[in-house]
């Protein structure tokens, strides 16, 4: 069993913009966000909402887009909860 947890792969936690861009086959407000973020090279990389809150609205982002990152970050972060087995 040592042996075994010697060659484990330790995974790093998959970040917010790696998340959302694997959203982009969803047909709803969070993959149609996901799919501009895709074609976007300026996309920040941050750990805050704030951070991308902070781009959109400097990119003068409309009302939806800026409901549809706040649903994906929400949707991200239940995630990354621990899920409890029954």
């Known amino acids: 069993m040592e042996e075994i947890k010697k060659f484990q792969i330790k995974r790093r936690p998959l970040s917010f913009s790696s998340w959302l861009k694997r959203q982009r086959h969803k047909d709803s407000a969070v993959g149609d966000l996901s ?3 895709c074609h976007d090279s300026d996309w920040p990389r941050g750990r805050t909402l704030k951070r991308f809150l902070d781009y959109l609205t400097g990119r003068y982002a409309c009302p939806g887009a800026i409901q549809a990152l706040q649903q994906a970050w929400a949707e991200f972060e239940q ?5 409890r087995v029954t």
Do not use: S
């Not at 995630?79 to 899920?83: A, G, S």
């Open 35 to 37: 799919r501009d973020v």
């Open 79 to 83: 995630l990354k909860k621990p899920r």
